[in-house]
């Protein structure tokens, strides 16, 4: 079984080495991709440490180009993406991302929610959005039909779920205990954090608005 695990950062540094060092103990995830996007920081240098692939872009271009860039050089029966800047990530975490997909073959991709974590803002967001949630296991041959994903930067996650739905593929859910993330206001402040939110959100509703355009309805 071949995985393919892609963790996608941009400014990074201080928070990737804790994610890499669980992901590059766990045997059976045997292509990891880092995708430096532009950071200004040392993100290249911690991922270095590690036994993994990078993809390097020498400007920012958004996290659906990140994860383009993976899917252009690599074909595999699974993706798994995992973001860089979790808190309490574990081999369980991983397991309940992949198992569903190797158990039940309608299944297409599964999107993690976090649960008890103690950041009650987190949960809250998690419960609602949950089509939001950047930790996902996809089929191989789901992830190799999407259209091309770099124009959606942060609508990614978003883009893939409204593509399962339209095309009426199966999507599981599973639980992710005592995970949860750092905010962009925990890494860069309130104000930068908070305008750089707004960002994500606005690109998160453009994808919202026009993912249509970008999919063949059957
Ligand atoms: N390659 C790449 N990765 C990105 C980019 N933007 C964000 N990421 C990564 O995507 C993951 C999630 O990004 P965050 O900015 O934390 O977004 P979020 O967790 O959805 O939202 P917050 O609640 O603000 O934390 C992290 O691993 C980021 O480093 C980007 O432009 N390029
Ligand atoms: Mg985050």
Not at 124 to 137: D, P, T, V, W
Not at 175 to 190: C, D, I, M
Request: glycine residues 6%; hydrophobic residues 40%; charged residues 25%.
């Amino acid at each position: 079984m071949d995985i393919t695990t892609v963790v996608p950062a941009y400014n990074e540094g201080p928070r990737i080495a804790d994610v890499l060092n669980v992901l590059t103990h766990i045997d059976y995830l045997n292509h990891i991709y880092v995708v430096d996007d532009g950071s200004q920081d040392d993100t290249l240098r911690q991922a270095e440490k590690f036994d993994v692939g990078i993809v390097r872009h020498t400007k920012n271009l958004g996290k659906g180009a990140a994860i383009q860039s993976v899917l252009n050089i690599t074909d595999s029966d699974y993706y798994l993406f995992i973001d860089a800047d979790l808190i309490g990530l574990n081999s369980g975490h991983i397991d309940a991302l992949i198992k569903p997909l190797a158990k039940c073959e309608d299944i297409v991709m599964s999107i993690g929610t976090f649960k008890a974590g103690n950041k009650t803002s987190v949960n809250l967001a998690q419960e609602y959005f949950s089509i939001l949630n950047g930790q996902r296991c996809l089929r191989g041959s789901f992830a190799k039909q999407l259209p091309d994903l770099t124009w959606t930067r942060f609508g990614v996650e978003v883009f893939m779920t409204k593509y399962a739905a339209v095309k009426q593929d199966r999507i599981f859910y599973p639980a992710l205990y005592n995970l949860t993330h750092y905010k962009k206001e925990e890494k860069l402040g309130f104000r930068r954090g908070f305008l750089y939110r707004m960002q994500m959100y606005k690109e998160v509703i453009y994808t919202y608005m026009t993912y249509k355009k970008h999919i063949d309805v059957p």
